[in-house]
């Protein structure tokens, strides 16, 4: 009851949002949302730290970016190739990746990230260290133009909340139930006949699958698909994002979203652009030293005190 | 065959980088019994539970249950054939409710354990079943609460529980005394001792008390062998058995343990 009206109090605080606050920048915050959603589901509910998730976001953006460019194809159907190219590099990275745990895991999906940072910076079909520029908007479904920011607006906030719920829905399904399980004691399910390495592929692939849905999107929205979305820098920003609003809560990556995201674009234009990276280090460094839960794990415990 | 076992090893060697730690184990489980393995620490009992259960591979030797090979299965596999195992320390799902930890266990003979795109509501046909398997260990009251906040012995009830959900043949516990206050290890004992009315047991077990109260057969293992095999009379009366757990030097045992001090007295 709480949690229905407080989410319909946060959907009308997004319908209004684009008449205060700059529609691009609210844009930019959504689709970072959405990719730290997807990689929390892995971390924080699958028990998996992926160290190379910036591929999954590049693969969307660029195969979105080069359909709609080269065959000039409507968004929704730019969107579904970049999805479902990041599925599949999700699949065969996760075939690989899953057989191994803990910091090799980690180890082995960075250096397929980095793998797929060179296929990005050398193929003929990426422009490179200029990356794709001037990708067009184009219609949805062949009759709504975006090319107008409001209406584009809408298009990624809904866009957001199909990617939002799929990942709630995922972790409050039967799937969900496994895969916390194997989170919380990996021997354990295996000794119960789960076949661990399977569930874990699943989370991977539909954790890469919606990275890619924010990356096909993210390309839209700034018409831009380039190395900075396949970066490791990428790959550690969401990392970032997911443990400042707390991993494991389904709002937590939200709001750590919002809070780089806006840290960022508030500072480059002030005084301290140059010293960006070292503040995002302190606040990481604070957050890790001083709220372990999170922004929203750290809400949480103060209502959990005070209810009961 | 005059035996009907449900479990056996032929030849079952482990070795690590040149020590053997279980070497040629023969091992046999006669169907219906609780049968406990003992032996000083060290001698090889876990390593053996993670040889039948797959959590380690086997150098040489072969695996059978019912007759079937299964010397190549994975441990998942192994859970399918109706071998489940309980740990050393104490396997929960510590963030999980009670209730949904036994609940994951029945949940996986479903074939929905990969349906990501339904709501958990559909697993609440379980709950009764769950709920029913709680009773049978005394946790029904606790059906709420996250495994994480019950006290030790009510984790190895639930741990019971949660083995049972899969209704196995055969049940491995591992040490399921260990760490345990007197008054849970009666419990947990006499929980055992009912379980094993209709299923067979394979226990590694320190606390010789529950040994001699629970056990049909004993296996005594020593640096990866078999030392000796029989009831706890026989074996208890056995001058190796005595040897082993007290050390070569009779009467003045190293590093006396409780155990030894148990074996002391109850030999």
């Known amino acids: ?308 | 065959m005059s035996q009907d076992l449900i479990l056996e090893t032929r030849g079952l060697v482990k070795e690590f980088k040149g020590f053997t730690a279980v070497d040629d184990v023969n091992l046999k489980v006669e169907r219906g019994t609780i049968h406990a393995l003992i032996g000083p620490n060290g001698a090889g009992k876990t390593t053996v539970f993670n040889l039948l259960t797959k959590f380690l591979k086997p150098t040489r030797g072969k695996l059978l249950f019912n007759g079937q090979d299964i010397t190549r299965k994975d441990s998942a596999s192994i859970a399918h054939l109706g071998i489940v195992r309980s740990f050393q320390i104490s396997a929960v799902f510590p963030h999980l409710t009670v209730l949904e930890n036994v609940r994951v266990a029945l949940q996986q003979k479903r074939s929905d354990t990969f349906t990501f795109w339904r709501s958990e509501k559909i697993l609440d046909g379980l709950n009764d079943r769950a709920l029913e398997l709680l009773d049978s260990v005394g946790l029904r009251d606790f059906s709420k609460a996250k495994a994480v906040d019950l006290p030790y012995g009510r984790k190895r009830s639930l741990e019971i529980a949660t083995t049972l959900a899969l209704d196995p043949e055969l049940l491995l516990l591992d040490e399921p005394t260990q760490g345990m206050g007197h008054e849970d290890i009666s419990v947990v004992a006499e929980l055992i001792k009912e379980v094993g009315k209709d299923r067979t047991i394979l226990m590694v077990e320190h606390n010789l008390n529950v040994v001699a109260d629970l056990s049909d057969t004993i296996t005594v293992l020593q640096r990866g062998a078999i030392l000796t095999k029989g009831t706890y009379e026989t074996v208890s009366a056995d001058p190796q058995v005595r040897e082993a757990y007290m050390g070569v030097e009779e009467g003045q045992p190293e590093g006396t343990t409780g155990n030894e001090a148990a074996v002391g007295t109850l030999v």
């Open chain 1, 1 to 308: 009851m709480y949690n229905k009206k407080l989410n319909l109090v946060l959907l009308g605080l997004a319908l209004v949002a684009p008449f205060v606050l700059y529609p691009v920048f609210l844009m930019k915050v959504l689709c970072f949302a959405l990719f730290a959603c997807a990689f929390n589901l892995l971390l924080g509910f699958a028990g998996m730290l992926s160290f190379g998730h910036a591929v999954f976001l590049g693969t969307g953006a660029y195969v979105t970016g080069y359909v709609m460019t080269t065959y000039g194809l409507t968004p929704e159907l730019g969107i579904l190739a970049g999805v479902v190219m990041s599925a599949l590099v999700g699949l065969v990275y996760g075939k690989l990746a899953v057989r191994r745990e803990g910091i090799y895991f980690a180890m082995v999906t960075l250096a397929l990230a980095q793998l797929a940072f060179f296929f990005f910076l050398q193929t003929p079909l990426t422009g490179g260290e200029d990356g794709l520029q001037g990708i067009p908007r184009g219609k949805l479904f062949g009759l709504i133009d975006l090319t107008d920011n409001m209406t584009m607006y809408y298009f990624v906030l809904a866009v957001f909340i199909i990617g939002f719920l799929t990942i709630y829905r995922t972790i409050h399904s039967p799937f969900g139930q496994v895969m916390k399980a194997i989170r919380e004691n990996e021997p354990r399910a295996i000794s119960l006949g789960y076949k661990v390495n399977q569930y874990k592929l699943m989370a991977f692939v539909i954790s890469a699958t919606l990275a890619g849905l924010a990356g096909s999107t993210k390309a839209l929205v700034f018409q831009l698909a380039s190395l900075t979305d396949v970066h490791w820098f990428m790959s550690g920003e969401v990392v970032l994002m997911t443990l400042l609003g707390g991993m494991g809560t389904i709002w937590g990556p939200v709001l750590g979203a919002a809070a780089i995201v806006s840290m960022q674009n508030f500072l480059a234009s002030g005084p301290l652009a140059n010293y960006i990276h070292v503040l995002m280090g302190v606040v990481f460094v604070i957050c890790v030293l001083a709220f372990r839960n999170g922004l929203v794990g750290e809400l949480q415990k103060v209502i959990r005190k005070n209810s009961g």
